[in-house]
């Protein structure tokens, strides 16, 4: 059971990236999925989690209006479209499954993680 983050990289203020999340080993379509970030120094974060069929969405506070998170349960993927961008959104992200009916965001929920991909934004 493997899930990849790709999408990271270096833009500038006010600019967007996508994430993607690729899912292999395991079909993730009855599963909550989400995205974290860590920062140097910091402890991981919450960003952005969604319901197995796509209905709910959650958001922290500093990301809502800017990110938007999707996925697609044919392809076994997930995505995080980011836009606007702040160099405080500088981090490694992560994405994971939970085995869950509801959408946890707290990263103890989740049973499942990928690798992170680095976003950072230059001022």
């Known amino acids: 059971v493997q899930l990849q983050a790709f999408g990271g990289g270096l833009v500038q203020a006010g600019g967007s990236l996508r994430l993607s999340c690729a899912a292999s080993?395991?079909?993730?379509?009855?599963?909550?999925m989400g995205w974290f970030r860590q920062a140097p120094g910091k402890e991981r974060e919450f960003v952005a989690a969604i319901s197995w069929s796509g209905s709910t969405t959650y958001y922290t506070d500093s990301v809502k209006g800017r990110f938007t998170i999707s996925r697609d349960n044919v392809k076994n993927t997930m995505a995080l479209q980011m836009n606007s961008l702040k160099p405080e959104d500088t981090a490694a992200y992560y994405c994971?499954?939970?085995?869950?009916?509801?959408?946890?965001?707290?990263?103890?929920?989740?049973?499942?993680w990928g690798r992170g991909t680095q976003v950072t934004v230059s001022s």
């Open positions: 080993g395991r079909t993730f379509s009855s599963d909550a």
């Open positions: 994971a499954a939970a085995r869950s009916s509801g959408v946890p965001t707290t990263a103890r929920a989740y049973n499942y």
